[in-house]
């Protein structure tokens, strides 16, 4: 007797689809968002009633460098030791003054360098650059 070969038949899987699954999953899980309230978050502080008592104004003081070396304090042309004992002036008052920065475009590196060296070594607590604004759009 001859054996006829049977025909190749698929295996069955054995393996569970979980593609339905997953797509249940997705589904509940954005219901699931969108069913959650925004969170609001708050936080309540008393603040003090508005005081009688007005804060004295802050005075700032200009230094400006031009291209040429010269130092001015608040417009007034000064020497290196002149600025000097203005910063240490107005370090020792009750309200330090700010001292705003002002050099010119063309002024050498080296000489704000200078400055800034002479500035820190007064220890002023309040500095800042000012007159950046006008070169924006230069770059």
């Known amino acids: 007797m001859r054996r006829v070969a049977a025909p190749d038949l698929p295996n069955p899987l054995g393996e569970m689809n ?3 699954l997953i797509d249940v999953l997705l589904v509940l899980l954005v219901m ?3 069913t959650i309230p925004a969170a609001t978050h708050s936080v309540k502080f008393d ?3 508005p005081s009688t008592v007005r804060e004295p104004i802050r005075r700032s003081n200009l230094i400006t460098i031009k291209a040429n070396g010269s130092i001015s304090w608040n417009g007034a042309a000064v020497d290196r030791d002149e600025l000097r004992r203005l910063l240490a002036a107005s370090g020792q008052m009750d309200l ?3 001292i705003h920065l002002q050099p010119d ?3 050498r590196h080296g000489d704000v360098d200078a400055l800034l060296i002479l500035i820190k070594s007064e220890q002023v607590r309040r500095f ?3 007159g950046n604004e006008q070169y924006r759009n230069v770059f």
């Open 105 to 107: 475009a063309d002024a």
């Open 18 to 20: 979980t593609t339905p």
């Open 47 to 49: 603040l003090s009633p």
């Open 96 to 98: 330090t003054p700010e």
């Open 32 to 34: 699931l968002i969108i």
């Open 128 to 130: 800042g650059f000012v």
